[in-house]
């Protein structure tokens, strides 16, 4: 392979694509490092399997360029990219075992026979699967059709892992179970994944580098740690994770905070901003509490409409008396005793607050 | 009331399969008459008809011809049939509806205005009969079932396994043999010996395409012109035996796949 190897692995550049009139991605731009984990985060139609797509050479976008590993592969097939699969519904190959299936991609290769054999094994191995490489894949269950359909990806060792909502047609349980091998998974081969999902936990789970998609465009992206406490946009704030957002006013500048006059009344946060600018505040579900504590500010009043008991917390709905378009939502203590039709004064630290422009 | 409703029922029933299979027991019965008149009373078992067919050239001949059209025929109906249904299938074309009903379309014509078309127009092109001609003919009769039976066959699931075929580094050419014709194959072999079935026994077309070598059909309507014989029996008995078969293998694809 030629190419630079101080560069990203993968570098997505201004890519756009449209199927007739309907724009799947807009100008999306991304970087990816050797070795790293990124997921692609969004809800249905947010552009994030047609930016796979673009990747694993499925879709050839309308516009951009797509580099992997220094070469443009924009037009490359898939046949012809240092690229492997996992599909949603793992794609396995139905007439075949589970052993001719990982060493398909080897026999295209032209890797002999015995050589083949003993790397699929090695690959069954890798993903727990030793003893299944005579048996047929209508003979597995779920999860283990995922793992065979991981090891025949990767045993090609692609410079890019793509997987396709991986953990998608599994159960809860076992999905999360899957989530933690997948991890442990691309640890231990080093090679880069890119995943995509709708599922935030598992985003957040997953994530060396996580990208929130809206509307095919890239609405925020960075570790999960940064885009969950400080995320970049409205979308992000409440797509990873919950958030109450309050919009408002930029009223006054003061030395390093401003003052924004917001729907349920006045906020001072340390921030700098323009007068007059339309803004939002986002506060974490666990940041608003129901009595003051340190530098916290009220928020006002505010009715109880759902307490959902979820062992470790409550999750409180209540309503702003002052403006009743506003819904918080807040995580209290489980032991709290709090109940629909109460009365509450909410109260959250500025520096919890997230400014989003809109 | 109830039991009069029973009887009722197996009474009709037994009326129907009487109906379609009594011919069918009679000419067996009689293909192994003893003497030389297919009529009551049964004289037999006797299989000398049988030698008689099996020794007489001109039969053997035509039921080899019959052979010969009917594998040809379906393996090129079959061929094409999946290759269009693969391309509708998985390309997008334009008005591809009335594409894929003009392929159907010949389903619904008669087999006598197909074989008159092919005749016309082979006359006016300067091709003389011939089995090939047939063979043509029933190209044309069952392109349009195998490319229905193959076409509904093709579902999404299977666009995936052929672009992982790809992804992994497979040319066309082996996504197509290693992967996309493997995959359909209970609905290829199905389509196959439906086309060997129907080629098999048809007499229209292979009448009006063929003139000195001609097919089993023909062959036995040229003995019927001379009057009824337990030969004719014992040749058409023969026929029935193998569209039996060619129906059972197909009954067992179909068997199979459902239980999977």
């Known amino acids: 392979m030629t190419g630079s190897l101080t560069g990203p692995l993968v570098e997505i550049r201004k890519v756009s694509h449209s199927f007739g009139r309907y724009k799947a991605l807009d100008e999306v731009s991304l970087n990816v490092e050797p070795g790293s984990y990124t997921v692609l985060l969004g809800p249905s139609g947010s552009g994030k399997t047609t930016l796979l797509s673009t990747l694993g050479g499925f879709v050839h976008p309308t516009e951009g360029s797509v580099f992997i590993r220094g070469n443009d592969c924009t037009a ?4 012809r990219r240092p690229t492997a699969t996992v599909f949603q519904d793992y794609a396995l190959f139905p007439h075949y075992s589970v052993g001719n299936n990982v060493g398909f991609g080897l026999r295209m290769r032209g890797v002999p026979r015995t050589k083949r054999i003993g790397r699929a094994r090695d690959a069954l191995a890798m993903v727990g699967l030793a003893d299944a490489f005579n048996k ?43 989530q933690d091998e997948l991890k442990a998974l691309q640890k231990r081969v080093g090679t880069a994944f890119i995943h995509v999902t709708h599922d935030q936990e598992e985003a957040m789970a997953l994530a060396d580098h996580c990208v929130v998609m809206n509307h095919g465009r ?25 958030s109450t957002l309050l919009s408002g006013k930029v009223q006054n500048l003061g030395m390093d905070e401003i003052s924004i006059e917001t729907q349920v009344g006045p906020v001072s946060v340390e921030a700098a901003g323009e007068p ?33 008991f979820q062992g470790s917390f409550k999750r409180v709905s209540a309503v702003s008396i002052k403006n009743p378009e506003v819904t918080f939502i807040a995580k209290v203590r489980s032991n709290q005793p709090v109940g629909v039709g109460d009365l509450v004064e909410l109260h959250a630290a500025p520096t919890d607050m997230v400014l989003l422009s809109h | 009331m109830r039991i009069a409703a029973r009887i009722l029922v197996s009474a009709y029933a037994l009326a129907i399969y009487g109906f379609i299979f009594l011919p069918v027991v009679v000419l067996v019965l009689f293909s192994l008459q003893a003497t030389s008149f297919p009529i009551p009373p049964f004289t037999g078992p006797s299989l000398r008809w049988y030698q008689a067919v099996l020794a007489d050239q001109r039969l053997t001949s035509a039921l080899f011809n019959s052979v010969l059209v009917a594998l040809l025929s379906s393996l090129v109906a079959v061929a094409l049939g999946f290759l269009a249904a693969w391309g509708f299938a998985r390309y997008h074309l334009p008005r591809s509806w009335l594409l894929r009903g003009l392929i159907t379309l010949p389903l619904t014509v008669s087999y006598l205005i197909i074989g008159m078309g092919i005749l016309i127009l082979f006359n006016a092109i300067g091709v003389p009969k011939s089995l090939i001609a047939a063979g043509i003919g029933h190209v044309v009769i069952n392109l349009p079932l195998c490319f229905a039976i193959i076409y509904s066959q093709m579902g999404e699931h299977q666009v995936n396994i052929e672009r992982a075929a790809r992804d992994l580094g497979a040319s066309e050419w082996k996504v197509l043999f290693l992967v996309s014709v493997p995959v359909l194959w209970p609905a290829i072999f199905a389509s196959f010996f439906l086309s060997m079935t129907f080629s098999w026994d048809e007499f229209v077309i292979a009448f ?7 097919t089993l059909p023909v062959e036995i309507w040229n003995m019927l012109r001379s009057g009824l014989n337990p030969r004719t029996n014992a040749v058409g008995s023969l026929v029935f035996g193998v569209s039996i078969v060619l129906a059972l293998l197909l009954e067992l694809v179909f068997l199979r796949r459902n239980r999977q």
């Open chain 1, 76 to 79: 490359v097939p898939p046949a």
């Open chain 1, 218 to 242: 890239i609405e925020d992206q960075g570790p999960p740690e940064r885009v969950y406490s400080r995320p970049a946009s409205r979308f992000s704030a409440t797509f990873m994770g919950e």
């Open chain 1, 276 to 308: 007059g600018f339309d803004v939002s505040l986002a506060i974490r579900p666990e940041h608003i509490m129901l009595e003051p504590h340190g530098a916290s500010v009220s928020l006002g009043e505010a009715k109880v409409t759902d307490v959902v």
């Open chain 1, 136 to 178: 047929m894949p209508h003979q597995l269950s779920g999860g283990q059709r995922q793992r065979v359909a991981l090891a025949r990806a990767l045993v090609v060792e692609p410079a890019v892992l793509l997987l396709d909502e991986p953990l998608g047609a599994l159960d809860l349980k076992l999905r999360r179970q899957m």
């Open chain 2, 208 to 214: 009006l395409l063929t003139r000195f070598d001609t």
